[in-house]
């Protein structure tokens, strides 16, 4: 089956620095990936469409300086937290797929910023 | 938004089938009707999803109202993995695939 890779699965990083989350699709392609962001006890909230070859989209109140996104490959999404926060920790998950079997996510990278 | 509406957590007992059910009024005739589940610390794990007709697989079967306007998720056989929170999301059609999740139902099974 369809199965997307997230790496990694856990980062503690300095408030200021930057931190890259990779989201990988092993054994099909993917022009577009979907980036979340759950909060604890909260539902997943969509960020952005990452399609290969071209900008990303966001949604509204996610800023794209912030929040890179990078989908150079067929099989390969990166979301860049720049200048992290405190509040930017928070539990990031990728998506890709649809079709008949339906969208398969990523594991999910949990990001705490100290 | 969200255009689903889910009751915030249902319990069930372990063995027994799990009816949860969804509200989404305001689908149209090309949405999809798509259900997710999340374990605690876990990226969402595809169900099922249908358009018009009754759906089942290995994991559960969805039934879909005849005007379309609710659905209902179908565990026949609650274990106690099942336990999770399970997301009803319609996929609208021109809106370039993306699921847009809802507070979705926590379930709870209890052995």
């Known amino acids: 089956g369809a199965v997307v890779s997230q790496h990694p699965s856990r980062v503690i990083c300095k408030s200021g620095t930057s931190v890259k989350i990779e989201c990988r699709s092993l054994?099909?392609?993917?022009?577009?990936m979907f980036w979340y962001r759950q909060f604890p006890k909260q539902s997943l909230m969509l960020m952005a469409t990452s399609n290969e070859g071209s900008k990303a989209t966001y949604e509204q109140g996610v800023e794209k300086d912030k929040f890179l996104i990078n989908h150079a490959s067929l099989t390969l999404s990166t979301l860049t937290v720049t200048s992290a926060h405190p509040e930017d920790s928070s539990f990031y998950i990728c998506?890709?797929?649809?079709?008949?079997?339906?969208?398969?996510f990523g594991s999910g990278t949990r990001l705490t910023v100290v | 938004d969200a255009k689903t509406t889910q009751p915030n957590s249902m319990e069930s007992n372990e063995e027994e089938p799990v009816h949860l059910p969804c509200n989404h009024s305001t689908i149209s005739g090309t949405d999809y009707i798509h259900w997710y589940r999340q374990l605690p610390s876990q990226g969402p794990e595809y169900v099922i999803h249908?358009?018009?007709s009754n759906v089942n697989n290995r994991m559960a079967s969805l039934a879909i109202a005849e005007d379309r306007k609710s659905s209902t998720l179908i565990l026949h056989r609650a274990t106690l993995r099942d336990a999770a929170v399970y997301y009803c999301i319609l996929l609208i059609y021109n809106q370039g695939g993306k699921l847009i999740f809802g507070q979705g139902t926590e379930l709870s099974v209890k052995p």
């Open positions: 054994d099909f392609q993917a022009t577009t």
């Open positions: 249908g358009l018009t």
């Open positions: 998506s890709a797929g649809g079709g008949a079997r339906g969208y398969t």
